[in-house]
């Protein structure tokens, strides 16, 4: 298996601008995560989504992000409008099976906002 | 929610030496502990975990240690080798809850 697969692997936008962030996870997972990396914050849970169905969505930061997942290989995060303060690496990572399972990740988005 | 507290920050050995990094949390539910290793450019992945009814696991060169009494766990990393440099992570989470990461250790190993 080809693991998480994500792109693009960089963005750089214009504050404003919408983005959005593409994520296939491992075939069979059933869970698939949504994370945002910085050097201030580490690693934060954004939005699990187990079955395709969004579980818990409270690490969203605020109403500008939103995902969504219309099938069992294919997710979105989209950001709109971007700000600055969004610029991060955003991980994409599936389990097996629920929350409390091994996760795999992506090699990552990293996005710039200017 | 659980805190998960990880240290050192930095770390550095020589090749062959063993490292150590710890982490503790807060949690007393909390029953699964992954370890990751991030590459520079690469996201996270797995390199050992350990469930709560365990007090110790071992994979080669590698090991991690509970202790549930005291709220913390290891990792052990013996004979180290310069492709053992890279970011590690320790996480904590109960049974239906999402993990909690620790703040990372950057290993560094010197040939």
């Known amino acids: 298996d080809a693991g998480v697969i994500q792109s693009p692997r960089h963005e750089v936008t214009e504050m404003g601008q919408e983005v959005t962030l593409r994520c296939k996870p491992i075939s069979g997972h059933n869970s698939l995560f949504w994370y945002r990396q910085t050097m201030m914050r580490g690693l934060e849970l954004l939005i699990y989504f187990n079955n395709n169905v969004p579980i818990d969505d409270s690490g969203m930061p605020e109403d500008r992000f939103s995902a969504k997942m219309p099938n069992a290989s294919f997710s979105t995060l989209k950001i709109q409008p971007s700000e600055p303060r969004d610029s991060a690496v955003y991980f994409c990572a599936s389990s097996l099976n629920g929350i409390n399972e091994k996760l795999f990740f992506g090699s990552g988005t990293q996005l710039s906002v200017l | 929610g659980e805190n998960v507290e990880q240290h050192p920050s930095t770390l550095s050995v020589q090749e062959g030496d063993s490292a150590v990094i710890k982490c503790t949390y807060s949690?007393?539910?909390?029953?699964?502990f992954p370890w990751y290793k991030q590459e520079l450019g690469k996201g996270p992945q797995l390199i050992i975990d350990i469930r709560s009814n365990v007090g110790e696991k071992k994979d080669q060169r590698i090991a991690v240690t509970l202790n549930k009494t005291a709220k913390h766990f290891s990792l052990h990393i013996t004979e180290t080798q310069p492709e053992d440099s890279a970011v590690y992570f320790c996480a904590a989470s109960t049974t239906g809850n999402q993990f909690y990461f620790g703040t990372g250790t950057s290993l560094t190993v010197i040939p």
């Open positions: 949690d007393s539910a909390s029953n699964y």
